[in-house]
């Protein structure tokens, strides 16, 4: 039997600066490393941004010579899937969700595709409960960060920072999902009188008015009932704006500690990247990231169920209350801080012994190769339904709309929402 990869056609957003984007790069870097044959062909809707990565470029470059690829792989968020109206014997559909169940409408999308991939148990449980085609967890590759522009006294320089002081940061656009006004209740809560303990949030006001957040800012900094708000909010630094990649390096190199109070995730990047050079975190126990995440090394945070809503977006997300999600208890979180505050050498060299073992297990090598037989196994499988004529060979075609063009979406935004206003906001 032939072990070799078949060629492959990977559609993702190889150029955004988004998780999806991140995912992307990794995927291609995984799939390059087990010598797949690959050509890329990017969704990006916004211009190309610059992108100095040798082996996707290369690999963008066969596109157009002669490629003739066995099996696509569309690599999506569940809303753009919604465009796929036909059949195909040779595509898996890769995507991601961040709540314990689907809308209908995505869930009729996905049984267009031969098969689903997610990146985590949490996910697959959530979608084999509802579709009848196989789902096969691929998880993320460690990201291979930048080298960070600054070390760390010349960034406390650049973000006006006492020397030496205590930093948490969070990632993350600004939504319910991300809950950042939460991380700032919760800092606050552990450290009200702390004047070394500082908090950074790179975050984005994409999906919402920033008038409206900077509102949810101020009321999170008054439920925290600090001593003197005005100082507190001193020690939180809010960026809303995109950084280049060599600065987010250098902000998780410097940080003591990553937070992520998020009430949903399918992986997440971002503390994914800070668990996998060794930061201290504290986060969630719940979804995605438990799969790389554990109690013996990471600082969990206790949660409730609650629904799902997004009341406070002017950007509408597939989010509705008949889905569930988590509800961290900040009260715990703020706990938790506090505990690597106190210990910062021990959470240090407890998440320095589990980055070791998440590079081990979410290697490019070993990514790649988990896809590497499933591509195979997806290709042999294909092949029956042709010789059965259940799929004539022509129903391999690209996943394009009738118009011959991508069906595209902007990454993060549900504009497809199949979910009922009145259910979301």
Known sequence: MDTRSPEVAFYGYVFAPTGYGTAARGYVHAMHAASIPLSIVSLDREPHRPLRDPIVLSHMATSNHGFSPAVHLWHTEPNCVMKLNRSFARL???????????????????????????????????????????????????????????????????????????????????????????????????????????????????????RMARAQIAAAIARANVPNPAEAEKRIRIFPYQWPDDCISSLLHRADCYVSLHRGEGWCYPLFDAASIGVPVVATAYSGPMDYLDSEHHRLVGYTKTAANQRKHTIRFAFDSSMSWADPDLEHAAQQLRAVYNDRAGARRLAVAAAGQIRKNYSVDVVGEAARRRFLALSQQALRLEQESLFPPGAIECPYNTFGMPALTIPGMALDSPSAPALCN
């Open 92 to 210: 898996a559909v890769m995507t991601t969700w961040e709540a314990e169940s689907l809308p209908q409408p995505y869930v009729d999308a996905l049984h267009h595709a031969a098969e689903v991939w997610v990146p985590s148990r949490f996910n697959a449980e959530a979608f084999q409960r509802q579709l009848s085609i196989p789902v096969f967890r691929l998880p993320h590759p460690v990201n291979d960060l930048p080298e960070p522009r600054y070390d760390a006294e010349a960034f406390e320089r650049e973000m006006d920072l006492p020397r030496g002081c205590f930093l948490a940061t969070a990632i993350g656009t600004w939504q319910e999902r991300k809950n950042l006004d939460g991380t700032i209740e919760a800092f606050l809560r552990a450290f009200p009188r702390t004047d070394d303990a500082f908090l950074i949030l790179k975050t984005s006001f994409a999906f919402v008015d920033e």
